[in-house]
């Protein structure tokens, strides 16, 4: 297992849709593997593929860190069979947006279907934080960040400002 580079907006690999995956292999689970560390070292509690820069549609979640003990879940070719009308709100952050957050709705419950980490068919119902968090990760799929859901100012200042970090980063680097 290894830590990847998580990539951070703007980047435009971040905006590319990913891919079906066509089979789930070693390769990608060793993939799967690298993901599920680098989302635990960072620390976050969902990291999808396109993140490292693997246009594939794979995403690592585990909303259970909170209580001391490892419940990762492992999403391959995620379908959103169902989602609830009503929704509600939780502060967003995203490894992609460094220290950046808003309140943001989405459906309190979602059906899932997709691939586990051994490539079987599963379905879920996701609610509550998981719900959102599951619709987080399948918006990065689609090359979509949650900051595309504030008005328009309020993402021009997060761009802005995530620039200008980077370009802070990269002098020291240099
Ligand atoms: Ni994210």
Sequence with gaps: MALRKILTE???ILRQKSLPVEMVDKDLQNLMDDMLETMYA????GLAAIQVGIPKRVIV???????GTKKPIFLVNPEIIQKSKNNSTYEEGCLSV???FAEIDRPDRCYIKYLDYHGEKKEIKAEGMLSTCVQHEM???????FIDYLSKLKKT???KKLSKQKKAIERIVV
């Design 10 to 12: 703007p980047n435009k």
């Design 42 to 45: 960072a620390p976050g509690i």
């Design 61 to 67: 979640l585990d909303i259970a860190q909170k209580e």
């Design 98 to 100: 460094p220290g950046q």
């Design 139 to 145: 918006d990065h799929l689609e090359g979509i960040l």
């Design 157 to 159: 200042m997060i761009i």
